[in-house]
């Protein structure tokens, strides 16, 4: 159940890439929007409860992310500023809806995305220069 920003670091450069539209992502009907959702239940062993507590904080986070991949005016520097902005408030709502355990293991999801982007980002800059 990937839909949270939990999966949502790298869900900026991703969305940029999948380039659905808010709408798509807020209707679950987007493949990478069911796909984040269902990531994060099983990795995090969501309940019902859980997850229709974490569905709204997930939709707003996509929202936002859709609306900085596509603000033309901002630099990448100032992209991937905001978007960790999201997603500690993401996480930050989070946290009182999953359990120790589970909060423990979305960070460690957090931190995998965020060695992920990096690796992104240096292979941009690679094939650039190439």
């Known amino acids: 159940m ?4 939990t999966m949502f670091a790298p869900t900026i450069v991703a969305a940029q890439e999948v ?3 808010y709408e798509a992502l807020k209707a679950g009907g987007s493949p990478y929007f069911t796909a984040k959702i269902e990531d994060l239940t099983e990795k995090l062993q969501l309940n019902i409860d859980q997850q229709s507590k974490i569905k709204p904080i997930a939709e707003q986070e996509v929202g936002y992310l859709e609306q900085i991949r596509a603000n033309p005016v901002l630099s990448k520097k100032d992209k991937l500023k905001r ?3 999201i997603v500690s408030d993401s996480d930050s709502q989070m946290k009182s809806v999953l359990s120790t355990e589970q909060w423990q293991k ?3 999801l957090r931190k995998e995305q965020k060695n992920e982007i990096s690796q992104m980002i240096k292979q941009n800059k690679v094939d650039q220069k190439q």
Do not use: E, H, S, Y
Not at 2 to 5: K, P, V
């Open 2 to 5: 990937m839909i949270f920003l």
């Open 19 to 21: 380039g659905n539209t």
């Open 83 to 85: 978007v960790k902005a």
């Open 106 to 108: 979305l960070q460690v």
